[in-house]
């Protein structure tokens, strides 16, 4: 399991599952003659790819970023992704109830990381998974949503959502917002235009849940982008904001669809190349 301290938070990665995903749409413009030094690729192209789910313990509260791809997928997505639907199993295994959960945050409204933020129930109503938690989304990516390009149609599942807000259980974001102290989110556009990451920080040291924006440790270098952006543009100028903090700073870049790699530190070498590096973790 992946565990680590941060100041005075407990950070763990959960996981919903891995995936296959197609090698070119997830590096975008990148040859595959560079991005396969990377990742392996199989006969069909497809390479694999990661759901990392981040839960934060505050000692006062429980904060889960991001919910993976759920169990509501149709016929025609389980036959591009299948339905991993780990996530659950993967916290109990760890002793975490969905009602210990007290917040659910999520970056965007792409069906990979919010399907479990509700369940169809045994009469097939749709309910909250976190029954006791209030949910958190970015207002623009919500309202982009209701009316997707025919692009990124297919990712939107309003019944991740929607029933969530019309409750009122789902708060929808601006962004900058401080949502329990220590914990806030930032809008970062390029994959979609409202995306927001989740940056956590206790004392002197930060995390960032920085969500599709670096969606592996392949995808660091700043023209590394993922073909599914929206504004690739957008994505090299928000990834060279973030990292003009977050290099200095030291801060730990959590990667929402890495499959070996969750978390590390991104650094830049001598001549201006990015790596990354660590972190310790507590077994
Ligand atoms: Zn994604």
Request: charged share 25%; with cysteine.
């Amino acid at each position: 399991m992946h565990r680590l301290t941060l100041g005075d938070l407990e950070l763990t990665i959960f996981s919903d599952g891995i995936y296959p995903l197609d090698g070119g749409a997830f590096f975008g413009v990148i040859p595959k003659v560079m991005w396969s030094r990377k990742v392996e690729a199989d006969e069909r192209n497809y390479v694999t790819a990661g759901l990392n789910s981040l839960l934060i313990r505050t000692g006062k509260q429980t904060v889960l970023v991001e919910t993976g791809m759920g169990n509501k997928l149709s016929e025609r997505m389980i036959k591009f992704y299948g339905q991993p639907a780990k996530l659950l199993d993967n916290m109990a295994a760890a002793g975490v109830a969905p009602e210990d959960v007290d917040i659910v945050i999520n970056s965007h409204l792409h069906f990979d990381h919010c399907g479990w933020n509700t369940v169809r129930d045994r009469n097939g109503k749709i309910a909250p998974t976190f029954p006791r938690a209030k949910y958190y989304a970015p207002e623009g990516e919500w309202r982009y949503a209701r009316r997707p390009s025919e692009r990124d149609a297919i990712s939107y599942i309003p019944d991740n959502y929607d029933p969530l807000v019309a409750s009122g259980q789902m708060t929808l974001l601006k962004g900058g917002e401080e949502i329990v102290p220590g914990i806030s989110v930032k809008t970062f556009p390029g994959h979609t235009a409202h995306m927001q990451a989740v940056i956590v920080t206790s004392g002197l040291k930060t995390a960032c849940y920085i969500s599709d924006l670096i969606p592996t440790k392949a995808h660091i270098d700043v023209t590394w982008g993922m073909g599914f952006d929206l504004y690739p543009l957008d994505t090299i100028e928000s990834k060279k904001l973030y990292y003009a903090q977050a290099i200095p700073e030291k801060w730990l870049t959590v990667f929402t669809h890495d499959p070996k790699t969750p978390w590390a530190y991104v650094e830049k070498d001598e001549v201006g190349k990015m790596f990354a590096k660590g972190p310790s973790e507590k077994s």
